[in-house]
């Protein structure tokens, strides 16, 4: 044997934002932290800078959890707690805690069979979406996605005063971008149907940060089923060669969504 193999199905998205701010907000004091700053690939220039964008999986997740919810179907919150010190509950109704379907006596849901918990590892797994200013007019690295990239500078001020009491900066991407989710393991039709109706929904959420004012809005162009084939090995020089087939599946997600 030259070389290793592995075959597996994934899901490839393709969406588009006009403006989206994902993260858990604006950070004070001037710092940005909206995208994951990754490296500088100039040593003088900002626009060489790679970014990771935050809160992907977070969002296909709260769609499971709401599309589950309107449908009548009882799947995990995102919290393993039931109840605050203070005996508050925690919990929606229409939810149960994360993992405790997967307990002997319980049925396991269909968000834990494909999202997991601390107990379980999840079925699917986010690739992540490495993103670029279009302004960069150096080579692309691979595996990373050009889009358009800009700071939005803002401060509070006191009232009756132009004195600044807080200032900070939210960084924001618009364009096209793509996110793919590969399969640990094969889904059944239920639990495919279940994720493929998932990513129809998750438009109806805003993305990330400052939804109330028009941010987060995404568009779902193309969602491809694939079956993957990858090989890799050395050549005479040592190089590591990697070829990659693919195959769609589309009618395994029609029949998919039926289910």
Sequence with gaps: MNQVNRKYKRLVIKMETP?????????????????????????NSSEGKKYLVKG?????????MTL????GVEVCHTSEKTETQKGVSLLPEGFHAAGKCNEEE???????????SFRKPSKIQFEPVIIISNYYKGKIPNGVQVMHIATEKR???????????????????????????????????E????????????????????GNNG???????????????????????GKVVEEEKTRNLHKEMREAMNA
């Design 19 to 43: 403006i989206a701010k994902t993260g858990n907000g604006p950070a004070v004091g001037g710092k940005i932290n909206n995208l994951l700053l990754l490296g500088n690939l100039t040593k």
């Design 68 to 71: 589950a919810k309107e449908e």
């Design 56 to 64: 992907l999986r977070g969002w296909i997740n709260h769609a499971m």
């Design 191 to 210: 639990e495919l149907g279940f994720l493929l109706k998932t990513i129809l929904y998750a438009p109806e959420l805003r993305l990330g940060a400052a």
């Design 106 to 116: 319980e049925e396991e849901c269909l968000k834990h069979k494909l999202m997991g």
């Design 155 to 189: 401060n509070a001020l006191k009232q009756h005063t132009k004195e600044a009491i807080q200032d900070f900066g939210e960084r924001y991407f618009a364009g096209e971008f793509t996110l793919t989710i590969n399969f640990r393991e094969e889904l059944s039709q």
């Design 215 to 237: 941010a987060g809005k995404v568009t779902i162009k193309e969602v491809h089923l694939q079956q993957v084939e990858r090989s890799r090995g050395f050549n005479a020089q």
